[in-house]
Structures are given as structure tokens and as C-alpha cells.
T-cell receptor, first 114, second 109 residues
Framework: EPEVTQTPSHQVTQMGQEVILRCVPI?????FYWYRQILGQKVEFLVS????????KSEIFDDQFSVERPDGSNFTLKIRSTKLEDSAMYFC????????????FGSGTQLSVL | AQRVTQPEKLLSVFKGAPVELKCNYS??????LFWYVQYSRQRLQLLLR??SRESIKGFTADLNKGETSFHLKKPFAQEEDSAMYYC???????????FGSGTRLSIRP
């Protein structure tokens, strides 16, 4: 069964550094998402992306965040200048049709900001 | 504002006992409700959704609009049911999903 792949599984960075989290969605999917989960808290929506542009974003997704689909297969989340509170598990998800029940999640990248 | 509430962080039951994971939501329109499950060291995956009215791995969930609830139930728990369970709500065609805080289900042998 096709899977959403995320790399790395764990990223450690210093506060103020830039990080790029990478995701390879399922190949025929058209809708892409990032969610995050701070330890002990709920999974939160960050951003959705379709047709090479952001279709929706949450309040969390401020100017420090950006997303890109650089080459037709990868979908990246960049955090420009990391803060301690950015430490979380970041999940990528993709969907072929944009329908909620057909979201496929990656296994996540655990970001630790020191 | 849309919100999903799972009042129990942890639920521990014996194998063979009935299970009920509680979920309440707030949304003024007609949402879609889901249950997602995350087994140890695995990814989030869809367990079931209210529209399909199906039973997956013995679990069922009924949407009660009067009580704004979508509780997950299973009559006889099995050890392999131990996992993190998230209730979730979608209210737009853009498939943005709002998750509850999750309930860890632990099945004791």
C-alpha cells in the first residue's frame, strides 16, 4: 500500500536555526497538509496546499513558516528561525480528492529545538 | 468555534470488557466526525467515520446530534486495541480536520 514518507524521523536543532522538514506524499495525491502535535497536546492543523498554493492556514502558521513543493514529489515545511515552542511532532498528510476521510498521514518528524 | 473534546486522557479496561471512548464536539452546522487511531510507533490512521456507519475491528460510533457526541464503542476489548484514539471533526470541503486531545486506551490482560 502506498505511504506518505517523512524524513528525518527526528531532527534536533538550535534555537534560531532554520529547519526543513521533508515529506513525500503519495504519488497521485493532489492535496497536502501539515499538522503538528506538541507533546501532551492535541494534533493541530497548520496548513493545506493545493495546486501549488496554500489553500488554508491556521493561526499557528505565521511568517516563520513556509511550505513548498519544489520538484513535484517532495512537500516541505520550513521554519525560518526556530523557537523552543516549535518543538513538536510534525505530521505530513496527503489526499487525492481533498475529502477528509481519505487523508493519509506520514509517520511524523519529531523536532526538538534546544 | 469548532471544538472536539475527549474528556479522558487514559482509559484502562480488562480484556473482554466493554469499551467506550467519549467524544463531544461543538459545531453549529453538520460536521463530519471521525475516529483516528495511532498504535505504538505507527502512524495516524483512520478508524471509522460517521457517514459510513460501519464497524471496524469491532468498533462502532454513533453520531448523536442532540448530545453533540460521537462516542466510540466496542463490546469486548482485545489486547491489540491498546493505542491512542483521536476523535476528529471536519466541517469544510477543504478537508481541514480538528482533532481532540486523544485518549490512550490500555487493555489489561
Amino acid at each position: 500500500e502506498p505511504e506518505v514518507t517523512q524524513t528525518p524521523s527526528h531532527q534536533v536543532t538550535q534555537m534560531g536555526q532554520e529547519v526543513i522538514l521533508r515529506c513525500v506524499p503519495i504519488s497521485n495525491h493532489l492535496y497536502f497538509y501539515w499538522y503538528r502535535q506538541i507533546l501532551g497536546q492535541k494534533v493541530e492543523f497548520l496548513v493545506s496546499f493545493y495546486n501549488n498554493e496554500i489553500s488554508e492556514k491556521s493561526e499557528i502558521f505565521d511568517d516563520q513558516f513556509s511550505v513548498e513543493r519544489p520538484d513535484g514529489s517532495n512537500f516541505t515545511l520550513k521554519i525560518r528561525s526556530t523557537k523552543l515552542e516549535d518543538s513538536a511532532m510534525y505530521f505530513c498528510a496527503s489526499s487525492q480528492t481533498g475529502e477528509s476521510e481519505k487523508l493519509f498521514f506520514g509517520s511524523g518528524t519529531q523536532l526538538s529545538v534546544l | 468555534a469548532q471544538r472536539v473534546t475527549q474528556p479522558e486522557k487514559l482509559l484502562s479496561v480488562f480484556k473482554g470488557a466493554p469499551v467506550e471512548l467519549k467524544c463531544n464536539y461543538s459545531y453549529s452546522g453538520s460536521p463530519e466526525l471521525f475516529w483516528y487511531v495511532q498504535y505504538s510507533r505507527q502512524r495516524l490512521q483512520l478508524l471509522l467515520r460517521h457517514i459510513s456507519r460501519e464497524s471496524i475491528k469491532g468498533f462502532t460510533a454513533d453520531l448523536n446530534k442532540g448530545e453533540t457526541s460521537f462516542h466510540l464503542k466496542k463490546p469486548f476489548a482485545q489486547e491489540e486495541d491498546s493505542a491512542m484514539y483521536y476523535c476528529a471533526l471536519s466541517y469544510s470541503s477543504a478537508s481541514k480536520i480538528i482533532f481532540g486531545s486523544g485518549t490512550r486506551l490500555s487493555i489489561r490482560p
